[in-house]
T-cell receptor
Framework: GENVEQHPSTLSVQEGDSAVIKCTYS??????FPWYKQELGKRPQLIID?????GEKKDQRIAVTLNKTAKHFSLHITETQPEDSAVYFC?????????????FGKGTHLIIQP | NAGVTQTPKFRILKIGQSMTLQCTQD?????MYWYRQDPGMGLKLIYY???????DKGEVPNGYNVSRSTTEDFPLRLELAAPSQTSVYFC??????????FGPGTRLTVT
């Protein structure tokens, strides 16, 4: 089945700096790669996603890049703010299509230092 | 439009007891999922359903059962609860098999 590795497990950055979180996946048939933000005690919330026919997608301060050949994708947050502090999860569809559910990475705890 | 709702919010079970976690969505989504999240970890897929009457196992199905008699409801049954089932359980749904909408979760402790 699909395996998703996520790094780093903890990331501390100064407010205003950029943060980058990286994920790799194993199943070349995967075609949907979402990123979720989870605050303590809350449900995961989708912040951005990308499909395999696109190399990059941006939404204000957040961007995701996908390299299908290398089977890795990354989340970029620019001009970080205190409210960006949370745990971020990447995910991939195990066999393409998404109907079978998502395989998640183990998460990155992002800490924004004032 | 309430989205995905789950009950109960919290539950403490004794070893060997059984319970059903309820999940309901009012978005007419065909696809529904159950995940568990252990402390400090990502979510793992327990079971999923692509429509009423159809269910299938995910990555960690042992000790659980599901049913899908209607489009709206997707209950998760725990039989003979074990301490290893202590976790937070999230239900999710989607219309397109892409963006998944998560419920608020059920925090379960088995002692």
């Amino acid at each position: 089945g699909e395996n998703v590795e996520q790094h780093p497990s903890t990331l501390s950055v100064q407010e205003g700096d950029s943060a980058v979180i990286k994920c790799t996946y194993s199943d070349s048939a995967s075609n949907y790669f979402p990123w979720y933000k989870q605050e303590l005690g809350k449900r995961p919330q989708l912040i951005i996603d990308i499909r395999s026919n696109v190399g990059e997608k941006k939404d204000q301060r957040i961007a995701v890049t996908l390299n299908k050949t290398a089977k890795h994708f990354s989340l970029h947050i620019t001009e970080t703010q205190p409210e960006d502090s949370a745990v971020y999860f990447c995910a991939a569809t195990p066999q393409g299509g998404g109907a079978d559910g998502l395989t998640f990475g183990k998460g990155t705890h992002l800490i924004i230092q004032p | 439009n309430a989205g995905v709702t789950q009950t109960p919010k919290f539950r403490i079970l004794k070893i060997g007891q059984s319970m059903t976690l309820q999940c309901t969505q009012d978005m007419n989504h065909n696809y529904m999922y159950w995940y568990r999240q252990d402390p400090g970890m990502g979510l793992k897929l327990i079971y999923y359903s692509v429509g009423a009457g159809i269910t299938d196992k995910g990555e960690v199905p042992n000790g659980y059962n599901v049913s899908r008699s209607t489009t709206e409801d997707f209950p998760l049954r725990l039989e003979l609860a074990a301490p290893s089932q202590t976790s937070v359980y999230f239900c999710a749904s989607t219309a397109s098999s892409y963006e998944q909408y998560f419920g608020p979760g059920t925090r379960l402790t088995v002692t």
